[in-house]
């Protein structure tokens, strides 16, 4: 069993920056692929980003590339998304999840149901 619990989520004005963390429990973090998603009112869960169990390999969104940055210390059991250039479509609660298939890497093919575990979510509201 693996608890995820998110934070860093706030109040930013468009164009400022968060950095979500996300940590979890157990001794298996370091074999799990990670992945953050979000989720905006009335809006289906979408993933923005995922990392590999050994950091080495990530996966962006296409409507975020250039402005997120996905990291995990292995160490620490935590995995962190660097928010940057935010914008208001932005808002939205994110979720940290962990795919608990060890050692597997589905990079752009990830969805939701590849996600096993999740966190509660930590609101991030961007204004204009």
Do not use: H
Not at 9 to 19: E, F, M, Y
Not at 66 to 89: F, W
Request: glycine fraction near 10%.
């Amino acid at each position: 069993q693996v608890q995820l619990v998110e934070s860093g989520g706030g109040l930013v004005q468009a164009g400022g920056s968060l950095r979500l963390s996300c940590a979890a429990s157990g001794r298996t973090f370091s074999s799990y692929s990670m992945g953050w998603f979000r989720q905006a009112p009335g809006k289906e869960r979408e993933i923005v980003a995922a990392i590999q169990w050994g950091g080495r390999i990530t996966y962006y969104a296409d409507s975020v590339k250039g402005r997120v940055t996905i990291s995990r210390d292995n160490a620490k059991n935590t995995v962190y998304l660097q928010m940057n250039s935010l914008k208001p479509e932005a808002t939205a609660v994110y979720y940290c999840a962990a795919d608990a298939r060890i050692y597997t890497w589905r990079g752009n093919t990830y969805s939701r149901r590849d996600f096993n575990y999740w966190g509660q979510g930590t609101q991030v509201t961007v204004s204009s």
